[in-house]
């Protein structure tokens, strides 16, 4: 009887237990590591003994890894498609440079992810780089990490959008929607802000953005440095939209990098927050040079901006409101004429 019980008892465990899993992993070429393609092509994927693109999961902590090469050359991934939505782990990491850094390229389709990871420092020993370049496409993800620590070296992300939507997964039973630029470790182990870099960049006006939260060099007790990038064009650039909270924690680097790739007028919004709550911490940095308070001036394009962490998208007030913003500083307004009409580009 006691037998039959245990029995029963361990059948039942196996029932309602979830393990951990890699369900998918591109696989790389050992003579030339030249397999780059598209997500679907089955050939490059290695699921347990078969070649075939992975399918959706509903266990959260199971994984899809994008490797890096083992002979050192550059993979490209690139999804054109609509894929599911696996809710579960997608690391990008590959490689410990430009180099041979693996690349997922977002050109259409869609894919819902759970946890996305892009360069990250413990999940594979095939290198720590990863970088994302997404044109257009759609994009739902329960996190987004850019940089998440590094226990087996420096860890390096990279996300550019230019096209295409960027969104929280709704498809996920927590939903948090978090962007997390430059993730970090745990400081009480030691790890400084420099075991890793996040970079976020913008390029454009073309592509949605609209997640919860926005962490840039760090959260909570994790240190990391982490860049915001906008590369500013005629019809200016595309914000990143929250609903919630936007942080720049103390404990880590957070750095802003603005470029005016083309000649534009007025005001730039950069961070819209939707929600109440006032933006917490400042920037480190911008554009390279240290300081980044309210108000902070630096040279960009054909004139002088300002800092403000006081802007309002809403009515385009300089003061009162909880958006991140650039605003022509007096002299420069008065030297393009623009009087007190201010030009923005809200996305």
Known sequence: MKLRFLCLVLIGLMATTTFAATIGAWIQDPCNCTLSGNWTTPSLWKTSSNNRPPTATTNTVDELKLNGCTAGKMVRTTISTTLPNYNCKLTVAGGDGDANVHILQIQGGSIGIGQFQVGHGSSTDKGTWGRVVQTGGTVSAEKLIVGYHGTRGKAHGEYSISGGTLQSNTGMTTNTGRLLVGAGMTSSTGYTAASSEGIFTVVGADATISMKELYVGGYSTFVGTGTLAFKVKADGVSQITVSSLITLPAAG??????????????DIV??????????????????????????????????????????????????????????????????????????????
């Open 253 to 266: 680097v957070a750095n802003l990098v603005v470029t005016m790739c083309e000649d534009y007028r007025g």
């Open 270 to 347: 950069l961070v819209e927050n939707t929600g109440a709550g006032a933006v917490t911490g400042v920037f480190d940095s911008i554009n390279g040079v240290a300081g980044g308070d309210d108000l902070t001036e630096f040279y960009l394009g054909c004139g002088r901006y300002q800092l403000t962490y006081f802007y309002d998208a809403a009515t385009g007030a300089h003061t009162g409101g909880n958006d991140i913003a650039i605003i022509p500083e007096p002299a420069t307004i008065a030297l393009l004429g623009l009087g007190l009409i201010a030009i923005r580009r809200k996305k």
